[in-house]
């Protein structure tokens, strides 16, 4: 059924269930994007718009012709001043019917190497009314039929940690960009799962030869 006016948005601690702890991941999501499944969704309260990157961009097959290229440059994540190819504003849709929000929002098509397709905004953000906890990875939302939620996929941000520390070269991953099905957190009292970033361990120096003991006089 239909509701008006606003609700109470809560956070309880039955919801932290599921969440791997402890935790220092990003939150990522999946939504559906001009009516395309999207994966790799980095959600960045300190970003105040959203981009896109361009091999996703072009997953989308919308016609080039519809972008606004009168785009000043901006600064990458890495200092570097990138031109993006332009902007466009898309339909975005997080959670699924019917406590679904769908908002058209603008987003800034960039060509850069990075293991995510899309970087949500601010912007978005508030035009959906999210609140988000981070403790819990969760993003919730008001609806006409009730509170929506979503829940980041932990498990695919550190696959995305994990192909980032392998690939340092900035390689493009187009692995990375696949569309897959996210993953189910696992329940309360089943073993965790394995953490894709353990096959990126960092190598620990060794020594060039084996060491020697020596034994040193009481008069030295």
Avoid at 155 to 183: D, I, P
Wanted: glycine letters at 4%.
């Amino acid at each position: 059924m239909q509701k008006s006016g606003w609700a109470s948005i809560t956070f309880c601690q039955e919801e932290e269930r599921g969440v791997i702890l402890p935790y220092y991941d990003p939150l990522i999501i999946r939504a559906d994007i001009s009516n395309f499944d999207v994966g790799c969704i980095l959600v960045d309260t300190n970003n105040s718009v959203s981009v896109m990157f361009a091999d996703a961009f072009n997953e989308l097959q919308v016609p080039a012709h519809l972008l606004d290229r009168s785009i000043t440059p901006l600064v990458s994540f890495s200092g570097d001043v990138v031109q993006p190819i332009g902007s466009i504003h898309l339909p975005i849709s997080i959670s699924s019917a019917p406590q679904q929000a769908t908002v058209t929002t603008p987003f800034l098509i960039v060509d850069y190497p990075t293991t995510y397709n899309v970087i949500l905004g601010r912007l978005a953000l508030a035009q959906k009314k999210v609140f988000i906890s981070k403790h819990m990875l969760l993003l919730k939302f008001l609806t006409p039929y009730g509170t929506g939620t979503v829940r980041s996929d932990q498990l695919g941000a550190r696959s995305c940690y994990a192909s980032a520390v392998k690939f340092t070269n900035r390689q493009y991953m187009s692995e990375a960009h696949a569309v897959t099905k996210a993953l189910t957190p696992p329940r309360a009292g089943i073993e965790r799962p394995e953490d894709p970033r353990e096959e990126s361990v960092t190598q620990q120096a060794e020594p060039i030869k084996d060491l020697e003991l020596a034994c040193l006089h009481d008069n030295i």
